[in-house]
Nanobody
Framework: QIQLVESGGKSVQAGDSLTLNCAFS????????MGWFRQAPGKEREFVAS????????KYSDSVKGRFTISRENAKNTLSLQMNSLKPEDTAVYYC?????????????????WGQGTQVFVSA
């Protein structure tokens, strides 16, 4: 059973940086493309970033491109999201998702495993 546990969310001010982590267990991490998603109050969950199993290819939503960096460490079964220049509109619950054998393109649509989320609040 694949399990994902996010951590690192907290309250910060606009312009600050924050790193989120996702611990993966229950399967071969290197076989999964991974992604970060977020859900703001009253909105649907949206795609943030994805990364292929090797870490050599990634994809970002336009809203975070240039500010966020997704990375993974396969030896530690860990996915990370470095978030810089945070804005109030980045406030959301952030989730990691796992997609077996996927490309960076279809992580957004085909992730089948999810964590419980970690809250990020960015004040103006």
């Amino acid at each position: 059973q694949i399990q994902l546990v996010e951590s690192g969310g907290k309250s910060v001010q606009a312009g600050d940086s924050l790193t989120l982590n996702c611990a993966f267990s229950g399967g071969p991490f290197h076989s999964y493309a991974m992604g970060w998603f977020r859900q703001a109050p009253g909105k649907e969950r949206e795609f943030v970033a994805s990364i292929i199993w090797s870490g050599r290819s990634s994809k970002y939503s336009d809203s975070v491109k240039g500010r966020f960096t997704i990375s993974r460490e396969n030896a530690k079964n860990t996915l990370s999201l470095q978030m810089n220049s945070l804005k109030p509109e980045d406030t959301a619950v952030y989730y990691c998702g796992a997609c077996y054998g996927c490309s960076v393109e279809n992580v957004e649509f085909a992730s089948k495993f999810w964590g419980q989320g970690t809250q990020v609040f960015v004040s103006a």
